[in-house]
């Protein structure tokens, strides 16, 4: 490449091949242009980072995967050249801090894609999934409790309460008993089995048309428990609201109903469309002015995406401008 050159850089991208979720349709909600600002605040395998900055953007990517980081700055050096990427090895819900450090106050885009990454599902020694056995870990900073500490100390009740709490889980009392008495448990492929058990669940019940696997739920539960999720999503949108720009877009990307429910409740209070509060999210008075205009509706993948990528089958996109009122006054867990 000649000094020449636009800096419009692709990365190659050293892991598995990734296809990021709704690509055309977030690119278009955030609608970036050149020398824009915009945050990645869920980089992973660095998909949306990678048309970003083939808009012309620079992006700042936030992780608190180790391995995301260390991935995203393996593309600095294989570039060889200045890039607009700027990585930041922390939570999204510490977005607004990591900028401010950086000296940003105001950006023109932040993007979500909420859960789990592809690459890590795909690493069976990282323990999110259960289709190739590995240790039973789910943490997405490597650091603290994992998922086989939680359920291997945790007493019945707090263990039901989750898996029905973050997997929906119907039966969760049936099998939190079940795993307390078949504790220890240390791989993905144990807790599975205890799960399926527990419900009856035969292995021969796959098939087209069969329900899915029963141990997606309680999957789902712990990895969202262990690793704060929810808590993080909500931080991580009022962050979003009070960094970007009169004018600037948000767009966010979730994979199931308990993460769209905030990702719709807080776009409709904070356009003024619902002033009630919510469990999740704090009451606010119907006097303050709309911090984003109106927001779009569920946006759904088409049937050539899902044929395309399968993980795509469950993502919603719901997006908004954000206006130049002040940021609310978020209490509770949205206090700055």
Known sequence: MTPETPATPVFPDPRAPHVPVLLDEVLAALSPAPGDLVVDATF??????????????TVHAFDRDPDAVAAGRLWGETCGQPVRLVLHPRRFSELAEGLAEAGIARVQGVVFDIGVSSM????????????????????????????????????????????????????????????????????????????????????????????????TRSFQAVRIHINGELDELVAGLAAAERVLAPGG???????????????????????????????HLPQIASAVSPAFGKPSAAIRPTPAEEARNPRARSATLRWAVRTDAPARDLQGSFAA
């Open 120 to 215: 890590q599902l795909d690493q069976a020694e990282r323990g999110f999934a259960f289709s190739s056995d590995g240790p039973l870990d789910m943490r997405m900073s490597q650091e603290g409790p994992s998922a086989a500490d939680f359920l291997n100390e945790a007493d019945e009740g707090e263990i039901a309460d989750v898996l029905y709490r973050y997997g929906e889980e119907r039966q969760s009392r049936r099998i939190a008993r079940a795993i307390v008495a078949a504790r220890p448990l240390s791989t993905t492929g144990q807790f599975a089995a205890v799960v399926r058990k527990a419900l009856g669940w035969r292995p021969e019940a796959r098939g087209k048309g069969a329900p899915k696997d029963p141990a």
């Open 44 to 57: 992973g395998a660095g998909g949306y980072t990678r048309a970003l900055l083939d808009s012309g953007a």
């Open 249 to 279: 877009r948000l767009a966010v990307v979730s994979f199931h109903s308990l993460e769209d429910r905030i990702v719709k409740q807080f776009l409709r209070e904070a356009s003024g469309s619902m002033p009630a509060g919510s469990r």
